[in-house]
């Protein structure tokens, strides 16, 4: 199963998990006594939700990107909100007549107060739901449950992959397009990196101008070249829609790499603003290999030794470039150029 998905099915098991309880808090404030219908009540709520945010609403996202937080979340728990509504009505009513009972004898119980009642709880219940997926996504994937599970509070030193990923000819194109158009053009494009990121297991840590910083748990980034394919993932995503870009914007955007391991002290900082953040030599690193880029006309570049901990691993070319001594440093490195073959 792709990590995309394991991801999403993972999610919507903790969602019904959430609305399974929340019948359960339900039966108990309306009937101080429990029994399987608080989770028959739950259960279908999370399903509802799971499926329409996880697996359907992704597929018309883009028309709702540019809509802020507050209009998105309302809209949201209420669309949520009314479709299981409709359905409860349908099966309600289906059921009854199905019994033998009249429509007429029916009306009372669909219209009481407890069924308004009912309809307000699952207000509530998704628009909790919806603002931490929300929450989530502004983050960034999993910063939220870090954030929670006190992962960072401590300093912690731990192994990790990173990817600088900047746009060739920033300058030039942010000249002739104006500063709107451009960051314009720049959430269109970071949205394009969104599924490789996800198929692949990696993090964004940040946004820096139209540079991108991606981090991946080492075993996570060297699996199946994880950190590598996300860059020609998104490279495809990119020259598949270049004409769009074209039309739209005026240009045919291309991205250049580069990627480097090692040890960093992972930590929580901030106090107003909270923060994880990563320092460790290998961040500095990272972003002179992807400086060198421009120097020897490639798009993706990667330190030797991490090469050496993927090139066993198919659907890669790899190029020897040279030793360098990279600015701020001493001890010359090794750095690769790397393309893919189509095999991965």
């Not at 307000?120 to 989530?136: G, R, W």
């Not at 139209?210 to 990119?238: H, I, P, Q, S, Y």
């Not at 990272?286 to 993927?310: D, F, K, V």
């Amino acid at each position: 199963m792709q990590p995309n998905v394991a991801r999403k099915f993972k999610t919507l098991a903790l969602v019904c998990v959430f609305t399974s309880f929340a019948g359960v808090i339900y039966q108990l404030i309306d009937e101080n006594d429990l029994d399987f219908s608080s989770v028959t009540f739950g259960l279908p709520l999370g399903l509802v939700f799971g499926i329409m945010e996880l697996f359907v609403f992704p597929r018309a996202e883009a028309r709702f990107r540019q809509w802020p937080f507050t209009k998105l979340l309302l809209f949201k728990t209420f669309s949520y909100t009314a479709l299981i509504f409709v359905v409860s009505l349908l099966v309600i009513t289906i059921v009854g007549l199905i019994q033998g009972h009249d429509i007429h004898e029916l009306i009372p119980y669909l219209t009481s107060i407890e069924q308004w009642t009912l309809v307000l709880y699952t207000i509530v219940v998704y628009s909790l739901l919806v603002f931490f997926i929300q929450i989530n996504r502004l983050l960034g994937q999993g910063v939220l449950w870090k954030f929670v599970l006190g992962k960072y509070h401590k300093p912690r030193e731990e192994e990790r992959i990173f990817m600088f990923l900047d746009m060739k000819s920033s300058t030039t194109i942010a000249e002739r397009l104006g500063h709107v158009r451009f960051y314009a053009l720049l959430n269109e494009l970071f949205h394009e990196i969104s599924d490789p990121v996800l198929e692949t297991k990696a993090e964004i840590y940040q946004y820096i101008g139209d540079e991108v910083v991606l981090t991946w748990k080492l075993d996570d980034g060297l699996k199946n070249a994880n950190c590598l394919k996300t860059f020609f993932m998104f490279r495809e995503n990119l020259l598949r829609n270049t004409d769009n870009y074209w039309k739209q914007f005026g240009v045919r955007p291309e991205f250049k790499a580069g990627l480097h391991f090692g040890k960093v002290i992972s930590a929580q900082i901030g106090d107003l603003k909270r923060e994880i953040v990563y320092n460790g030599d290998v961040v500095n690193t990272t972003s002179r290999i992807q400086n060198a880029c421009n120097t020897y006309q490639r798009s993706c570049l990667i330190s030797g030794e991490l090469m050496n901990r993927l090139k066993n691993i198919h659907g890669f070319e790899w190029e020897r470039i040279d030793a360098v001594t990279l600015r701020g440093k001493q001890t010359e490195m090794e750095i690769f150029s790397v393309d893919a073959n189509g095999g991965f």
